[in-house]
């Protein structure tokens, strides 16, 4: 399991609001008082959308975080991919995004990415529950709810859109420069509600779409109703202490009554999805709490007396973060021996003693999940880091492989390339060496570094390579100004 994680673009935006004339810490005039909040909003959307196209795709730093998981991941696109081919849309053409995030809330932005903290799925006591959520915000999608603000943030990256709807309302009791902004708006509550609130119309709108795709998918809509009940009795809490989705989605008796009288009604009501389903819900969960919580909890939570695969996988996770290896892996090794073709125990294996040092015998555990898992790539990115720190030159080509592998797939992914640039540069190959350093600084958003290495990379690839090219495409990218300067030099020098 890997967490990335984001940064809020706040300082940016609220040098750009000041230098736009709005006054941060001063006494609003009438007309700011009347107006004044609905010019910030419009301003900040402008201006978020500017600085989110600006933002790296992947960040590694303090902050809001996303959680990549290969068999969480997988879970949650067999919940979706029905759903969303209901709803017309291309299951590929729609993202999917853990949050790091103990809330239960869940949202769609950015176009066609959907957001879902790991607070709603522990708190999901079933796959439907889940399926219910995503249907509802399959229907904003389809309804193109929200579109104003989603047409300024769909080419966002979705780390981008994580980092700046956290970072406009986040911290103000803390002092921080990077989150004064959001004083003006009263805090991240209305912050929130304005980025991604819907009406109540909208709501039963997409409440509705929402039962249809559903049925269409062959899915009870119990799981909804049941969702919507959860959210009931918070509804006289006092916002700050309600979950994000109640305050961004608002609950009506209306909209429950319709949920229930439709489930009364149909001939799903008491449909259940299969029995495999269940039981990777089971996994999914106890693999994110064992995750995100101490042992002692854990173990309280999944017992020695509880004897099922998913107790023992979050048993076997509660050990190896407690730095207890032995017992970790002994439980690693009865769930191997109990679903010997299951790639994600072996994963499990292989993480466990690549991070206690024991790269060499990390290696096979993690070959067999590559080939079990079809070469997924979270999963070949975690092999190649093996086989990197075992020292062994001669598995630097098979790890050079891999990360290929990785990068076909999923281009953006930074830590391939910062893998792949030692695997170059162990290997001699210099030029290749600093062109993915090149791609690993840009996509962490260090563009001075960037920069160096494409310099260096042209220096010692061959001129008019496809690898050639694409150091001059990252210079160009981090010094506009420089090409600019060389265009007009060309043009200058051109016979007229």
Do not use: C
Not at 93 to 106: C, E, K, P, Q
Not at 217 to 222: I, L
Not at 367 to 374: A, P, T
Not at 447 to 458: G, I, L, M, N
């Amino acid at each position: 399991m890997e967490l990335q994680a984001a940064i809020p673009a706040v300082i940016a935006i609220a040098t750009a609001i000041r230098h736009d004339g709005l006054r941060v810490g001063s006494e609003p005039t009438s007309d700011e008082r009347k107006y004044g909040t609905h010019i910030l909003l419009r301003r900040i959307v402008i201006l978020t959308a500017i600085f989110l196209v600006a933002l790296p795709s992947t960040v590694f730093a303090q902050g809001r975080s996303f959680i990549r998981d290969t068999e969480i991941e997988e879970t949650l696109r067999m919940y979706a991919t029905p759903i969303f081919q209901a709803a017309g849309l291309d299951p590929n053409g729609v993202s999917v995004y853990i949050v790091s995030d103990n809330s239960l809330n869940a949202f769609v932005a950015g176009g066609q990415k959907l957001f879902i903290n790991t607070g709603l799925l522990l708190k999901a006591d079933t796959p439907e529950q889940v399926m219910g959520v995503m249907a509802h915000e399959t229907g904003h999608i389809s309804g193109g709810h929200l579109s104003r603000v989603h047409d300024q943030l769909r080419n966002a990256s979705a780390i981008s859109i994580l980092s700046t709807l956290a970072g406009v309302a986040a911290g103000v009791a803390a002092g921080r420069s990077d989150v004064g902004t959001a004083a003006i708006l009263g805090g991240q509550n209305v912050a929130q509600r304005n980025f991604l609130a819907y009406s109540r119309t909208q709501e039963s709108s997409a409440d509705q779409a929402g039962v249809k795709f559903l049925t269409e998918a062959g899915v009870s809509s119990r799981g909804m109703l049941n969702f919507m009940q959860k959210l009931e009795g918070q509804e006289l809490l006092s916002t700050a202490s309600q979950d994000p989705y109640l305050r961004s989605h608002p609950l009506t008796t209306e909209r429950v009554d319709f949920l229930a009288n439709f489930v009364a009604n149909s001939p799903l009501k008491d449909a259940k999805v299969s029995p495999d389903l269940y039981e990777r819900h089971a996994r999914m969960r106890a693999k994110l709490y064992a995750f995100t919580n101490h042992i002692r909890n854990t173990l309280r939570t999944y017992p020695e007396t509880d004897t099922s695969i998913a107790a023992r996988y979050a048993r076997a996770i509660a050990y190896y973060r407690d730095s207890q290896l032995d017992p970790a892996l002994e439980i690693i090794e009865g769930l191997i021996a109990a679903e010997p073709e299951n790639p994600y125990f072996e994963e499990l294996k292989g993480q466990v003693l690549l991070e206690f040092g024991r790269a060499a015998d990390a290696v096979p555990p993690l070959q067999k999940s590559s080939e079990l898992s079809g070469g997924a790539p979270l999963i070949r990115l975690l092999l190649a880091h093996a086989m990197i720190e075992t020292g062994d030159p001669a598995m630097l080509d098979a790890a050079k492989t891999n990360l290929i592998g990785v990068l076909s797939r999923e281009r953006g992914n930074s830590s391939a390339w910062r893998f792949r640039a030692i695997v170059e540069s162990r290997l001699g190959n210099e030029g290749e060496a600093s062109l993915s350093q090149a791609e690993y600084s840009l996509l962490s958003g260090d563009r001075q570094a960037a920069s160096y290495h494409a310099v260096q990379a042209e220096r010692k690839l061959e001129k008019g390579t496809a690898t050639w090219l694409r150091a001059q495409d990252i210079l160009n990218a981090t010094n506009p100004d420089a090409q600019d300067k060389k265009d007009a030099a060309a043009d200058k020098a051109a016979p007229k």
